[in-house]
């Protein structure tokens, strides 16, 4: 199910990848919206593996790293290889996919190292079997890529796959260095081929792969074919026209998509998805749907809404914002700031932090400072565990979370590995705002209440999890009641050691 899911979403890069051709489109609007269809689909919101977008300046070997910049804008003209890895998350069960996307501009040698990388994958998963020896798959990395291998100016796919389970990257790893061993029945393997060069540009193939009883079962089937990751500026593209209207609190929306087809082809079908759940739109008129909703507190103030078009047995997506005009009725700010800092944590449990405020409708974190280390993912959360707002690990300073219903927020940092291999080395991030939003007030007021806040740093290999609550409740009677007891115990005390 989540390698299903992964292949939806990552099949439709192609689409949006396109329309690049004419669209704006950065790095961390891509992440976002193959994040979004996941998600919607039916990935947990703690994804497998942070989405990663890689072109040709930004290629790091062995797994590649991606600037997520909002102002790095895909330009099909100097950047003929995008390559993008994702994996969604179900009930648990991860999984690792990867496809690289070629350009009309990518080079004669490009599309033959891309042919190369193909041809050897498909290879090593045609030998997959109960009883086949690793040496023996890894014999056929070596046939395939021996070109290239060859070359001093080339780094190969040396580990070449690898276990995948509750993390997405687990024992055994492999290359030709495994100990011996042979493929058993129910593994679950990502089969990665990949090849670098020194010149700066990047190919990656992988698949999550079931060892059956008769072979192999390919989990994901996002397409790979050569035709098929060719972009091409005449290439079929679908594009969707949305606008949104009386998006506030207590108000209806109103949602107008028109879908285009370069192809003309008939639209069989329009959902619309709004951050909680798709529904089917109602026909207007030409390719043109309306749907109508109230915005309460199911509903968060910034969501990604998105259109899913069915045309002759394909999906298409195309993402959007819907930001509702909400005020706060009253603010409380934190002093000291809360500060949270973790250093060379290595954990197979994410971290967490609750801020929570009595009687809120909603709050909001304003992040003075987020630094997540590259490829975990930085969570905000509702109480039900719904992601409100997700933050890419390089979009420092002075980062505004949407509003989060209800009176509890919860900051998650999922570590990128999660497994023995590694985990946080550094995060940091700052806290100044707790906010309320009251639809029955009618007045901004001030407080002169106490403000809790905290500090927390955990450090040093072994620590399994962190987690913090900060919270601002106003006075407690049974806090006072049971700090009044045990004042009088304190007393007495003290009272019978003088005697």
Same mark, same amino acid.
């Given at each position: 199910?989540?390698?299903?899911?992964?292949?939806?979403?990552?099949?439709?890069?192609?689409?949006?990848?396109?329309?690049?051709?004419?669209?704006?489109?950065?790095?961390?609007?891509?992440?976002?919206?193959?994040?979004?269809?996941?998600?919607?689909?039916?990935?947990?919101?703690?994804?497998?593996?942070?989405?990663?977008?890689?072109?040709?300046?930004?290629?790091?070997?062995?797994?590649?790293?991606?600037?997520?910049?909002?102002?790095?804008?895909?330009?099909?003209?100097?950047?003929?290889?995008?390559?993008?890895?994702?994996?969604?998350?179900?009930?648990?069960?991860?999984?690792?996919?990867?496809?690289?996307?070629?350009?009309?501009?990518?080079?004669?040698?490009?599309?033959?190292?891309?042919?190369?990388?193909?041809?050897?994958?498909?290879?090593?998963?045609?030998?997959?079997?109960?009883?086949?020896?690793?040496?023996?798959?890894?014999?056929?990395?070596?046939?395939?890529?021996?070109?290239?291998?060859?070359?001093?100016?080339?780094?190969?796919?040396?580990?070449?796959?690898?276990?995948?389970?509750?993390?997405?990257?687990?024992?055994?790893?492999?290359?030709?260095?495994?100990?011996?061993?042979?493929?058993?029945?129910?593994?679950?393997?990502?089969?990665?081929?990949?090849?670098?060069?020194?010149?700066?540009?990047?190919?990656?193939?992988?698949?999550?792969?079931?060892?059956?009883?008769?072979?192999?079962?390919?989990?994901?089937?996002?397409?790979?074919?050569?035709?098929?990751?060719?972009?091409?500026?005449?290439?079929?593209?679908?594009?969707?026209?949305?606008?949104?209207?009386?998006?506030?609190?207590?108000?209806?929306?109103?949602?107008?998509?028109?879908?285009?087809?370069?192809?003309?082809?008939?639209?069989?079908?329009?959902?619309?998805?709004?951050?909680?759940?798709?529904?089917?739109?109602?026909?207007?008129?030409?390719?043109?749907?309306?749907?109508?909703?109230?915005?309460?507190?199911?509903?968060?103030?910034?969501?990604?809404?998105?259109?899913?078009?069915?045309?002759?047995?394909?999906?298409?997506?195309?993402?959007?914002? %819907?930001? *509702?005009?909400?005020?706060?009725?009253?603010?409380?700010?934190?002093?000291? +700031? @809360? =500060? /949270? #800092?973790?250093?060379?944590?290595?954990?197979?449990?994410?971290?967490?932090?609750?801020?929570?405020?009595?009687?809120?409708?909603?709050?909001?974190?304003?992040?003075?400072?987020?630094?997540?280390?590259?490829?975990?993912?930085?969570?905000?959360?509702?109480?039900?565990?719904?992601?409100?707002?997700?933050?890419?690990?390089? %979009?420092? *300073?002075?980062?505004?979370?949407?509003?989060?219903?209800?009176?509890?927020? +919860? @900051? =998650? /940092? #999922?570590?990128?590995?999660?497994?023995?291999?590694?985990?946080?080395?550094?995060?940091?991030?700052?806290?100044?705002?707790?906010?309320?939003?009251?639809?029955?007030?009618?007045?901004?007021?001030?407080?002169?209440?106490?403000?809790?806040?905290?500090?927390?740093?955990?450090?040093?290999?072994?620590?399994?999890?962190?987690?913090?609550?900060?919270?601002?409740?106003?006075?407690?009677?049974?806090?006072?009641?049971?700090?009044?007891?045990?004042?009088?115990?304190?007393?007495?005390?003290?009272?019978?050691?003088?005697?």
């Amino acid at each position: 199910m989540a390698a299903s899911i992964t292949s939806l979403a990552l099949s439709d890069v192609r689409n949006q990848l396109v329309l690049a051709y004419n669209n704006s489109l950065t790095q961390l609007n891509l992440t976002n919206h193959i994040d979004a269809v996941m998600r919607a689909e039916g990935s947990d919101g703690a994804l497998s593996y942070p989405t990663v977008v890689m072109a040709r300046d930004e290629a790091d070997w062995p797994y590649g790293k991606s600037n997520d910049d909002a102002g790095h804008i895909v330009n099909p003209a100097v950047e003929p290889i995008q390559t993008v890895r994702a994996g969604a998350r179900v009930n648990g069960q991860c999984c690792d996919v990867s496809r690289t996307y070629l350009y009309e501009s990518a080079t004669q040698e490009m599309i033959d190292a891309y042919s190369a990388v193909l041809d050897t994958e498909l290879a090593v998963i045609a030998e997959m079997a109960p009883g086949v020896l690793v040496s023996h798959l890894d014999g056929v990395v070596q046939s395939g890529l021996a070109s290239y291998i060859a070359r001093p100016d080339v780094t190969y796919s040396y580990f070449w796959g690898h276990a995948i389970g509750e993390f997405t990257i687990m024992e055994p790893l492999l290359s030709n260095e495994t100990e011996p061993m042979s493929l058993t029945e129910d593994m679950i393997l990502g089969i990665q081929i990949y090849l670098y060069f020194e010149a700066g540009w990047f190919l990656r193939l992988e698949d999550t792969c079931l060892v059956t009883a008769t072979g192999v079962d390919v989990l994901s089937d996002a397409p790979k074919a050569l035709d098929d990751i060719m972009l091409l500026q005449n290439s079929t593209s679908v594009d969707v026209s949305t606008e949104f209207s009386s998006y506030a609190y207590d108000s209806a929306v109103t949602v107008n998509a028109t879908v285009f087809d370069s192809d003309k082809r008939t639209i069989d079908e329009v959902f619309y998805f709004d951050g909680s759940s798709w529904s089917a739109m109602v026909e207007e008129g030409a390719n043109e749907f309306t749907r109508q909703y109230v915005l309460d507190h199911s509903f968060p103030s910034h969501v990604t809404s998105l259109v899913r078009a069915g045309i002759q047995g394909e999906f298409y997506y195309i993402s959007s914002l %819907l930001t *509702a005009d909400l005020t706060p009725t009253y603010e409380e700010v934190l002093d000291p +700031i @809360v =500060e /949270v #800092v973790i250093e060379g944590v290595t954990t197979q449990d994410r971290m967490t932090w609750i801020f929570s405020m009595m009687g809120a409708d909603m709050i909001q974190l304003h992040f003075l400072k987020v630094y997540p280390p590259p490829g975990d993912q930085f969570l905000v959360k509702d109480i039900n565990g719904n992601v409100i707002a997700e933050y890419k690990w390089n %979009l420092g *300073a002075e980062a505004m979370a949407p509003w989060v219903p209800g009176n509890v927020a +919860i @900051v =998650e /940092v #999922v570590p990128q590995w999660m497994s023995v291999y590694g985990g946080v080395n550094h995060f940091y991030f700052e806290v100044d705002v707790l906010g309320i939003y009251d639809p029955e007030a009618t007045t901004t007021t001030g407080t002169s209440s106490e403000t809790t806040s905290s500090s927390l740093t955990t450090s040093g290999p072994g620590t399994s999890s962190t987690e913090g609550t900060y919270s601002y409740q106003g006075p407690d009677p049974l806090l006072l009641t049971g700090l009044g007891a045990a004042a009088l115990v304190v007393i007495a005390a003290f009272l019978r050691k003088k005697r």
